[in-house]
């Protein structure tokens, strides 16, 4: 049985940071590519970030690029994201996900699997 269980959100300030972990278990990174998903109140999930070790793909929204990384330790089966620079904006409950199909590499639809999310509130 597969599981994604993601730990790490809370509250924080504008321009603070926190780290995302996700353990994954019934199945390996290989066979699968990796990420985060995001859902804000009154919208739609959006991809965050995905990575491949094994195609060697990374992808990051626009929204994040320059303040997320994403990680992953394949020994370990888990999976990170490091968040800086948070803004308001960014609040929203994180989901971790796992997927298989490259050709919508990070897309909703491509997903197979879903953890049950961590919130993640940034306000002063």
């Known amino acids: 049985e597969v599981q994604l269980v993601e730990s790490g959100g809370g509250l924080v300030q504008p321009g603070g940071s926190l780290r995302l972990s996700c353990a994954a278990s019934?199945?390996?990174?290989?066979?699968?590519?990796i990420g985060w998903f995001r859902q804000a109140p009154g919208k739609e999930r959006e991809g965050v970030s995905c990575?491949?070790?094994?195609?060697?793909?990374?992808y990051y929204a626009d929204s994040v690029k320059g303040r997320f990384t994403i990680s992953s330790d394949n020994a370990k089966n888990t999976l990170y994201l490091q968040m800086n620079s948070l803004k308001p904006e960014d609040t929203a409950v994180y989901y971790c996900?796992?997927?298989?199909?490259?050709?919508?590499?990070?897309?909703?639809?491509?997903?197979?699997?879903w953890g049950k999310g961590t919130l993640v509130t940034v306000s002063s």
């Open positions: 990575i491949s070790k094994s195609e060697g793909r990374t």
């Open positions: 996900v796992a997927g298989e199909d490259y050709t919508d590499f990070c897309g909703f639809y491509a997903m197979d699997y």
């Open positions: 019934g199945f390996t990174f290989d066979d699968y590519y």
